[in-house]
């Protein structure tokens, strides 16, 4: 979200709280941030506001517009805010935040509104267009994310720079809801969770089980050409080796602990990088074993705040594509180019177009990145020219480093238009330097290694997700869990049909056969619900003929088949993974 856009949306956001507060007298206002697409505010309302409501309250949001000039600072002290936020908890609370941090405390005036707020808004109200901005749903949220807090309402808002992205962006959203991954995987039974499990713990059922290992085997299969190894870890460690990484302190908030019956601390893995450096570690290499490449899929658990969770998007355990390459730091533009390689060639199977954002320090606060200045300085280089000479548009982000490396992250296109991060190169010259991680050069020297990571997926949770909505759950013939289905149209039929099924599991294919006392009608209409590629109606004439009716996803009838030809056609569809 550009400054600008920012800026409009969370002015937005005061014009909300104003509103309501005229509604619905008594009513606190807690927070309104912008976000993707919009805004909210976190209010505990005085009355209860439904999504029947919000016509009303855009109106008077329009009406108080009119008002509004400019958004005045008001510098405060501790004490003239408190007074004007009391009985106000939540700005009190926030207030009580910004007094310990020590940071200054301004509130915004816009007609006879005020806010406390650290400012970000438009220039003038006028910037604020009538007609590009919408009121969307009402949600419930608690206060900070805590579901031991207060739940307030949540009030959700759309805009934009102009009306035309308004309208564009409402349709668009119809169409993701008719997508969404939470609803869909469950009427394609891919996932399940459970109560006695837990939030965020996705269980996996056979038909989603298929399309995780399908995914991971095709990661595994382009990173096996550039001779990458797998390895495989725990899933837990000791306390010492975050530490020592300083994932200890980073992760703190969102670490799994564990106390083991002597007392020793362990914790669930939040990443894998550690442990990996621990299997370079064992023993001293040449120059001439490097690079050294670790591909292992493993799970990493994350404590996310459970009014975070979402469906697969965001969840507590998560399952990483992950890999590392311990190389010198002249091998790093070759590994790059070859991770971009298959970064690239897998995402084209799904018809993702990619773009880039080239992460960097931030020039002014270079303190707050760890390791080697000349490694950092020779990092960024590489990742500059790397993405020139793929021409592939990119934009440079400064200030969007990770503390410890410049990134590449791969922002993918679906096919509704959202944008999604993918995949990410990080090119690492800290964590080498934490573990003390070398090689022995030419001259018989230890010289300092770098490390890159680079899953390519990232979340293979979070990939199922966009990808159960890219397809609308129609997914391409060799990630389709079920590939085929077979219906008998009487019981007279059966034997043929049991025939076809045995050749075509023979053959590979993931077929299924419906032999139920129904209909073929209702069997069609069932098989299309579940959006399998191909159903094969077996009748009379079919039986005699030793053929199959084929209907193809979306394209209808394709008519009478051999089996030995159905099975030729699905496997060129397969091995193109079209
Ligand atoms: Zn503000
Ligand atoms: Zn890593």
């Not at 409501?53 to 805010?81: G, H, Q, V, Y």
Request: charged share 30%; with cysteine; net charge positive.
């Amino acid at each position: 979200m550009n400054e600008k856009l920012q800026h409009l949306r969370h002015s937005l956001a005061h014009l909300l709280g104003a509103a309501v507060l005229e509604l619905y007298p008594g009513s606190k206002l807690a927070i309104g941030p912008a976000i993707d697409g919009g805004f909210y505010y976190d209010i505990k309302v005085s009355g209860k506001i439904s999504d029947a409501d919000l016509p009303r309250i855009e109106t008077e949001m329009r009406k108080i517009l009119e008002s509004w000039n400019k958004f005045e600072e008001i510098k405060e002290t501790e004490e003239s805010a408190k007074k004007r936020y009391i009985g106000n908890p939540y700005k009190l609370e926030l207030l009580e935040d910004l007094a310990t941090k020590k940071e200054k405390i301004t509130s915004y005036q816009s007609g006879r509104f005020v806010d406390l707020c650290r400012g970000g808004h438009v220039k003038s109200a006028a910037d604020i267009k009538p007609d590009t901005f919408k009121l969307s749903h009402v949600a419930g949220a608690y206060w900070r994310g805590n579901e031991e807090n207060k739940q307030l309402t949540r009030i959700y808002g759309f805009a934009f720079e102009t009306k035309e992205k308004l309208d564009a962006h409402v349709v668009m959203l119809e169409e993701a809801k008719k997508r969404d991954h939470k609803k869909l995987g469950l009427e394609l039974d891919l996932f399940t969770f459970s109560d006695l499990v837990g939030g965020g713990l996705p269980l996996f059922t056979p038909k989603g089980t298929i399309i995780r290992n399908l995914l991971d085997d095709y990661v595994w299969e382009l990173r096996k050409k550039y001779g990458y190894q797998q390895v495989d870890i725990p899933h837990i460690t000791k306390r010492d080796l975050y530490e020592k990484s300083g994932h200890w302190d980073k992760f703190k908030d969102e670490l799994f602990h564990i106390k083991t019956r002597e007392d020793h601390e362990f914790a669930m893995k939040p990443m894998n990088c550690p442990h990996h450096t621990q299997i370079y570690a064992r023993k001293p290499h040449s120059y001439r074993e490097l690079p050294q490449r670790y591909a292992n899929t493993t799970k990493v658990y994350r404590d996310e705040q459970s009014g975070e969770l979402a469906g697969l998007s965001r969840v507590r355990s998560i399952t990483q594509d992950d890999a590392h390459v311990f190389c010198r730091i002249s091998q790093v533009e070759e590994e790059i180019q070859k991770i971009w390689g298959i970064i690239h060639t897998f995402y084209k199977s799904f018809d993702f177009n990619l773009e880039l954002r080239l992460s960097l320090r931030d020039t002014q606060n270079l303190e707050k990145y760890l390791g080697n200045k000349d490694h950092w300085d020779k990092a960024e280089e590489i990742l500059k020219k790397i993405a020139k000479t793929n021409k592939t548009k990119y934009e440079e982000a400064p200030g969007e480093a990770a503390f410890y490396a410049p990134k590449l992250d791969f922002m993918g296109t679906d096919s509704i238009g959202r944008q999604w991060q993918v995949a990410t190169i990080q090119l690492d010259v800290y964590m080498p330097e934490s573990f003390d991680l070398y090689c022995i050069n030419e001259k018989g020297e230890k010289e300092r290694i770098v490390m890159i990571h680079a899953a390519i997926m990232g979340s293979i949770e979070r990939f199922m997700s966009v990808l159960i909505e890219h397809y609308a759950g129609s997914f391409p013939v060799w990630l389709s869990p079920v590939q085929a289905v077979v219906l008998p149209i009487t019981d007279q039929q059966n034997k043929w049909a049991d025939k076809v099924v045995e050749q075509l599991k023979k053959a590979g294919i993931r077929v299924e056969i419906n032999k139920d006392n129904e209909t073929l009608g209702k069997k069609i209409r069932e098989a299309e619900k579940q959006k399998i590629p191909y159903i094969l109606i077996v009748g009379e004439k079919e039986a005699k003929a030793k053929s199959v009716a084929v209907r193809q996803r979306s394209k209808g009838n394709i008519g009478l088949m051999k089996i030995d030809k159905f099975i030729k056609h699905t496997g060129t569809e397969v091995a193109d993974k079209k």
